[in-house]
């Protein structure tokens, strides 16, 4: 990619801030630590508080990886700046997530090798370090080093396709936003059948399903872990961030969006274990992302702007980037 980087604005400044979702970031993540806590630790050895406690944060994990992967979505749409190209902005990706990773996975082949024993292959080793596992239907694979970071195998991804994305997302006339919006929910709802209508793989045919998570090896597999499967979460976080950009209408105030997504996590236990991975709580987490965002930026269209890769959404008028995209025309 070519082209002189251009000053960023005082406006992209001010657009990378988004002090109104950080405590939520709080509140997802120990509902993440409390799921694993609660449910698979043994957090209380009282089996009355035991089985409350896990009665109400059963679906905490699942809503609080859903809560990431729509913000990452989000906020990558919303601070994306007018300096970068795609090399930039992989290598800031990457420089954020391997370091971590990579030492906490030595850690986890360390414990896994010297206290409980376990042999490992090169392959699953190598798959794990370079956050690859998370493609491997085989739960020898996947759960061979650290085993949350599953999640990082989906956020790579997230990262490789975003600047190949970004640019569709611009093209999306704003009156269409909330439609797009409304056929990615509909396309996280549709996992779980496609789940079902495909053959699931040897190492996970078992047809029993997994306590506490209540689905088979596959429908975990593809439903939660399978990383194109999680992209219309991350990819639904890049429109809601349009949405707002544009100055398009949130349907519901902060408050209301909290309501209904405190109604829908009481309403998920109710559903099959592979819906409510995701499909249960991705339109109500989305809203109150959007919804809080817009009840701090009322009134100001802030946004990406003339990156290569992510030009300007705010002006109605059509141009294009140094790489020769009209990356500004609504066309969608």
């Not at 957090?43 to 994990?61: E, K, N, P, Y």
């Not at 979505?73 to 930039?88: C, E, K």
């Not at 999306?172 to 409304?182: D, H, K, N, Q, S």
Request: glycine residues 8%; charged residues 10%; aromatic residues 12%.
């Amino acid at each position: 990619m070519s082209g002189k980087p251009s000053t960023p604005t005082r406006a992209e400044g001010a657009r990378s801030r988004l002090p109104s979702l950080t405590g939520m970031r709080f509140i997802a993540a120990v509902m993440v630590f409390l799921f694993h806590g609660v449910l698979y630790a043994g957090l209380f050895a009282d089996a009355t508080a035991q089985g409350t406690l896990g009665a109400v944060v059963s679906g905490g994990g699942w809503a609080g990886v859903t809560f990431f992967f729509i913000l990452s979505g989000f906020v990558l749409a919303w601070s994306s700046r007018s300096t970068d190209t795609v090399t930039r902005f992989w290598r800031r990706r990457i420089f954020k997530i391997f370091p971590n990773h990579l030492f906490a996975t030595v850690i986890a082949f360390v414990l896994l090798v010297t206290v409980m024993g376990a042999a490992l292959t090169g392959g699953a080793v190598a798959m794990n370090v370079l956050l690859l596992h998370s493609w491997v239907p085989d739960f020898q694979v996947l759960f061979a080093g650290n085993v949350v970071s599953w999640t990082l195998s989906c956020e790579l991804l997230f990262y490789l396709a975003f600047p190949f994305i970004m640019p569709l997302v611009n093209r999306i006339r704003p009156e269409r936003l909330w439609y797009w919006a409304g056929a990615l929910v509909v396309a996280v709802w549709l996992v779980p059948s496609v789940a079902a209508a495909i053959p699931p793989a040897q190492a996970l045919a078992a047809p029993v399903a997994l306590p506490v998570i209540d689905m088979t090896m596959w429908q975990q597999w593809f439903v939660a872990l399978f990383p194109p499967a999680r992209l219309f979460e991350f990819v639904f976080g890049m429109v809601l961030a349009r949405v707002v950009i544009t100055g398009r209408a949130v349907p519901v105030s902060l408050g209301g969006a909290v309501a209904v997504a405190i109604a829908a996590y009481a309403l998920t236990p109710l559903f099959p274990g592979e819906y409510r991975v995701a499909a249960t709580m991705a339109l109500p987490l989305g809203l109150v992302i959007a919804a809080a965002r817009r009840s701090t930026s009322r009134g100001r269209a802030a946004g990406c702007r003339a990156a290569p890769w992510c030009s300007s959404v705010t002006s109605p008028s059509p141009s294009t980037s140094a790489t020769g995209w009209s990356s500004t025309t609504a066309t969608s």
